[in-house]
């Protein structure tokens, strides 16, 4: 959403529903409208305007806000258009994250080498970053040397996730990993208490009991279970609740020009690369030329090695695109839209891939995978009925 605000930079919109919009200068005259909705660390970690902040009140429907973005169409239209963008955009969302997941399992298949396949997924996102600022289709990012450090610590976070759950995806069925992942809300209340000493209502803390009610029954009866597989995913949830903890910490410390959250993605994408590179190295270098071999050559190759190229940069592709894609079309939607379509997005992957994988589910494990995801439903729900507060208030 684009608004024109003349003569205001670095804005805080409240619209009616108490919900809150970062507005930052892209050019004179213009600002963008990022609210700050879900878990997203794009959100969380959202560019500031380089002048002093100040709130306004905005009375006005969010219709009527909708309208100012489009002069001369009718509050519908608007609406109507709005609606149009967002749904093409979760659709491809949802395409581009079953591609990733489906590619990233097939290449883990052949080719058991999580922490190389983990870098060279985030390598592909360098080099995508790279060209569209070398080319200018994106704004070349200035990050000075206060605003590497203040996101180091979130990229430590968003490796250690990313790694982990590459991990679990190739030890487990992609299913049951999706089921251990929906568990990251009970790390992030728990991290929140801790670190910002924050506190949810009750009924917040009692719709996490289904998720981990859930997840226990999916696990006791998941056919491939592995405990490399169970503690990989739960690590990735840890890890992505700290994330979350460290995004926030930051949003005060100015990061550089050119930082919208697409290009914030970026750099943490570069970062992420250069710090997972010699663990990768570390861990898998002696073995990748041995493994390498063994999934493309022989009698007993599962590849070629055009065909294993190929799918590790598809993987890559996937990975980084699905997710610029999902902030586009999240920001700009109300967080029970954001809650249903993120589950729902749970539901189709664990779907698509026990068709395509044909992993056998148990029905305790339906059962369980079905209550987990419920359980997150419904905590999306009470977090935004009762939202978060200082344990002090």
């Known amino acids: ?73 009718t509050s519908e239209e608007a609406a109507s258009a709005q609606t149009l963008k967002v749904s093409i955009l979760i659709g491809m969302w949802y395409l581009l994250n079953i591609g990733y997941n489906i590619t990233n399992k097939r290449v883990l298949n052949w080719f058991p080498f999580p922490w190389f396949v983990s870098w060279a997924q985030l390598a592909f996102g360098v080099v995508y970053c790279v060209a569209l600022w070398a080319v200018k289709l994106r704004k070349k990012p200035v990050v000075p040397a206060e605003g590497v450090k203040a996101l180091s610590l979130v990229a430590l976070c968003h490796t250690i996730g990313h790694v982990s759950t590459v991990c679990s995806l190739g030890a487990v069925a992609v299913s049951f990993s999706h089921v251990i992942k929906s568990a990251e809300p009970l790390f992030q209340v728990a991290a929140s208490a801790i670190f910002l000493k924050s506190v949810f209502a009750l009924p917040v803390y009692l719709s996490l009991l289904p998720v981990i009610g859930g997840v226990v029954l999916a696990s006791v009866s998941e056919l491939s279970f592995t405990w490399l597989g169970f503690l990989s995913a739960m690590t990735s949830n840890v890890a992505f609740a700290a994330r979350n903890i460290f995004s926030k910490l930051s949003m005060n410390t100015p990061k550089g020009e050119n930082m919208g959250p697409v290009n914030l993605f970026g750099v943490l994408t ?47 592709f996937f990975f980084h695109t699905y997710q610029e894609v999902a902030f586009l079309a999240l920001s700009n939607v109300h967080p029970i839209t954001h809650a249903v379509a993120n589950t729902t997005k749970r539901v189709i992957i664990m779907g698509v891939s026990i068709l395509v994988f044909k992993n056998p589910l148990t029905q305790n494990g339906l059962i369980g995978s079905s209550i987990a995801l419920l359980g997150v439903l419904l905590y999306s729900f009470a977090k935004n009925r009762y939202p978060e507060k200082k344990a002090t208030e």
């Open 270 to 316: 570069v970062l992420s690369t250069l710090i997972l590179a010699p663990f990768a190295l570390f861990f898998e270098g002696a073995k990748l030329k041995a493994g390498w071999l063994a999934a493309t050559a022989g009698v007993g190759a599962a590849v070629t090695p055009l065909t294993l190229a190929g799918y590790i940069l598809a993987s890559g």
């Open 1 to 73: 959403m684009a608004f024109a605000f003349a003569g205001v930079s670095g804005v805080s919109v409240r619209t009616r529903g108490s919900v809150t919009a970062s507005v930052v200068a892209a050019r004179p005259g213009a600002f963008a409208v990022t609210p700050r909705y879900g878990r997203s660390l794009l959100a969380a970690v959202g560019s500031k305007a380089p002048l002093q902040s100040r709130r306004v009140a905005v009375t006005a429907a969010p219709s009527s806000l909708r309208m100012a973005a489009s002069p001369g169409a």
